[in-house]
T-cell receptor, first 116, second 116 residues
């Protein structure tokens, strides 16, 4: 079974600085993908970025980028030029393998606080 | 706009009472999911359904029940057998098919359930 580990319960960053949120994973699959979601205090889960293990270039979506290092089994989220609105919980997730391809396993999340 | 609607936003349960959380989507997705989130924790899968009239237990199905009579609807009942129901409940959906494993989840805005 897949395992997702987010080792940073909380992170602080100054506005306009960059921040990296860590995510490590464990899978026996040759082909897999990693998702990142943002959960503001309102509770909804917002999709941020996705990258497949077969992608050669790191994924980028606006100020979000994935630092994917397969040899280290890490898929860290980098947020550039942090904004106050980036304060939220951030979750890393991976699809299950085998016959249960439709399920996502989530990490426990990192609470990011952006200071003015 | 297409999306997922969860209701109510807040729900209170009395001792021994069953309560039902509503989830409706107009995204034409075949797969739907219910996740439970406890404070400071990640999401845990309760039930999921890949097609109408079929559903499977997730990791923490005890004390919960679901139905999938229509493609658009996937209600969750929290029964009196669930002794610790206080949590935030999120409904989600996604596309199925050959690329299902790499499709993102779309989430509703959640229901906060509390015990009186």
């Amino acid at each position: 079974a897949q395992k997702i580990t987010q080792t940073q319960p909380g992170m602080f960053v100054q506005e306009k600085e960059a921040v990296t949120l860590d995510c490590t994973y464990d899978t026996s699959d040759q082909s897999y993908g990693l998702f990142w979601y943002k959960q503001p205090s309102s509770g909804e889960m917002i999709f941020l970025i996705y990258q497949g293990s077969y992608d050669e270039q790191n994924a980028t979506e606006g100020r979000y980028s994935l630092n994917f290092q397969k040899a280290r089994k890490s898929a860290n989220l980098v947020i550039s030029a942090s904004q106050l609105g980036d304060s939220a919980m951030y979750f890393c997730a991976m699809p299950n393998s085998g016959g249960s391809n439709y399920k996502l396993t989530f990490g426990k999340g990192t609470l990011l606080t952006v200071n003015p | 706009d297409g999306g997922i609607t969860q209701s109510p936003k807040y729900l209170f349960r009395k001792e021994g009472q069953n309560v039902t959380l509503s989830c409706e989507q107009n995204l034409n997705h075949d797969a739907m999911y219910w996740y439970r989130q406890d404070p400071g924790q990640g999401l845990r899968l309760i039930y999921y359904s890949q097609i109408v009239n079929d559903f499977q237990k997730g990791d923490i199905a005890e004390g919960y029940s679901v139905s999938r009579e229509k493609k658009e609807s996937f209600p969750l009942t929290v029964t009196s057998a669930q002794k610790n129901p206080t949590a935030f409940y999120l409904c989600a959906s996604k596309l199925t098919g050959p690329t299902a494993r790499y499709e993102k989840l779309f989430f509703g805005s959640g229901t906060q359930l509390s015990v009186l």
